[in-house]
């Protein structure tokens, strides 16, 4: 995000798209007669204009290629009057492909890509159901692993974003690691801190985020239906969660560990965990019969 004034208004510009895909930035500006995107490929020193069919408009479109890669772009805005200002730079950086494969519940139908854009980034992408994963123990080990195929990447993975039309997140999908000595456990979670669930994906399978303790806020976006069995159990003691009318179904000892029945009020049920939901709502009446057990 990058913002300026231009005759005592403020604008912004907005800068997203990965390499193939189509990129946008969009100029918000008050009192401009015309538009100017320009380029460069020498940190600024030297700025030649676009001669894309939208250079001269307030959004600049362009398919982004692997040429681009560092390029810098910005505007030239002109008012009436003949006085203009430029905008601040905007550097466009493709993000390393580190892996990708598939991942959805027939096949190809889902997949996923694991990028490096100063942080990695898990994106699952595709139509319809995400397969369901298992666990096992590693031979001669302790621990405790699932068979997803980002697995070696558990410890990289700061962001999950879901794209399209998911519509089922797998069992497991995003648990977390442990060891097993005797009777006790260890965790080892994603260093994943939020996560915002579309509304396209209408149930999240059990154990989805299961004991991912980084996690501080989570948003189920309205259109989400189930929430299945502890998949998000015992995340975070300092966690944020916001569950929409749409949900209709919550499994069983699904929030967090040491949580019992008996808090009617949900702003109650940890001094640091807030749980969004809506009056009148099923999450609401869920919360007043307690979120630890059924």
């Given at each position: 995000?990058?913002?300026?004034?231009?005759?005592?208004?403020?604008?912004?510009?907005?800068?997203?798209?990965?390499?193939?895909?189509?990129?946008?930035?969009?100029?918000?500006?008050a009192?401009v007669?015309?538009?100017?995107?320009?380029?460069?490929?020498?940190?600024g020193?030297t700025w030649?204009?676009?001669t894309?069919?939208?250079?001269?408009?307030?959004t600049?479109?362009?398919?982004?290629?692997?040429?681009?890669?560092?390029?810098?772009l910005?505007?030239r805005?002109?008012?009436h009057?003949?006085?203009?200002?430029?905008?601040?730079?905007?550097?466009?950086?493709?993000?390393?492909?580190?892996?990708?494969?598939t991942?959805?519940?027939?096949?190809?139908?889902?997949t996923?890509?694991?990028?490096?854009?100063?942080e990695?980034?898990?994106?699952?992408?595709?139509s319809?159901?995400?397969?369901?994963?298992n666990?096992?123990?590693e031979?001669?080990?302790?621990?405790?692993?699932?068979?997803?195929p980002?697995r070696?990447?558990?410890?990289?993975?700061?962001?999950?974003?879901?794209?399209g039309?998911?519509?089922?997140?797998?069992?497991?999908?995003?648990?977390?690691?442990?060891?097993?000595?005797?009777?006790?456990?260890?965790?080892?979670?994603f260093?994943?801190?939020?996560?915002?669930?579309?509304g396209?994906?209408?149930q999240?399978?059990?154990?989805?985020?299961?004991?991912?303790?980084n996690?501080?806020?989570?948003?189920?976006?309205?259109g989400?239906?189930?929430?299945g069995?502890?998949?998000?159990?015992?995340?975070?003691?300092?966690?944020d969660?916001t569950?929409?009318k749409?949900?209709?179904?919550?499994?069983?000892?699904?929030?967090?560990?040491?949580?019992?029945?008996g808090?009617?009020?949900?702003?109650?049920?940890l001094?640091e965990?807030?749980?969004?939901v809506?009056?009148d709502?099923?999450?609401?009446?869920?919360?007043?019969?307690?979120w630890?057990?059924?």
């Amino acid at each position: 995000m990058i913002s300026a004034v231009f005759h005592n208004q403020s604008w912004l510009i907005h800068e997203s798209g990965l390499l193939t895909s189509e990129s946008t930035l969009t100029v918000t500006a008050a009192n401009v007669w015309t538009y100017q995107w320009q380029y460069s490929y020498d940190k600024g020193t030297t700025w030649n204009n676009c001669t894309d069919s939208s250079f001269s408009t307030e959004t600049y479109e362009y398919i982004v290629e692997e040429k681009h890669y560092d390029r810098l772009l910005r505007c030239r805005l002109t008012a009436h009057d003949g006085s203009f200002v430029y905008t601040d730079t905007a550097a466009l950086t493709i993000p390393e492909l580190i892996d990708s494969g598939t991942c959805g519940e027939n096949g190809d139908n889902i997949t996923w890509t694991l990028i490096h854009k100063n942080e990695y980034i898990l994106t699952i992408s595709g139509s319809g159901r995400m397969k369901d994963y298992n666990s096992y123990q590693e031979a001669e080990s302790y621990l405790h692993t699932y068979n997803t195929p980002w697995r070696a990447y558990r410890d990289k993975i700061y962001r999950v974003v879901f794209e399209g039309d998911v519509t089922y997140i797998g069992n497991n999908a995003f648990a977390a690691d442990y060891w097993l000595y005797r009777s006790d456990r260890y965790y080892h979670p994603f260093p994943l801190t939020s996560v915002v669930i579309p509304g396209s994906v209408k149930q999240i399978g059990q154990n989805a985020f299961w004991h991912q303790s980084n996690l501080r806020k989570v948003v189920l976006s309205d259109g989400v239906a189930e929430i299945g069995d502890q998949a998000f159990y015992c995340n975070s003691d300092k966690l944020d969660i916001t569950i929409p009318k749409s949900v209709t179904k919550i499994g069983s000892l699904n929030l967090w560990k040491g949580i019992y029945n008996g808090y009617y009020d949900v702003t109650e049920i940890l001094p640091e965990i807030v749980v969004r939901v809506y009056k009148d709502s099923y999450a609401y009446d869920y919360a007043k019969k307690g979120w630890y057990s059924r």
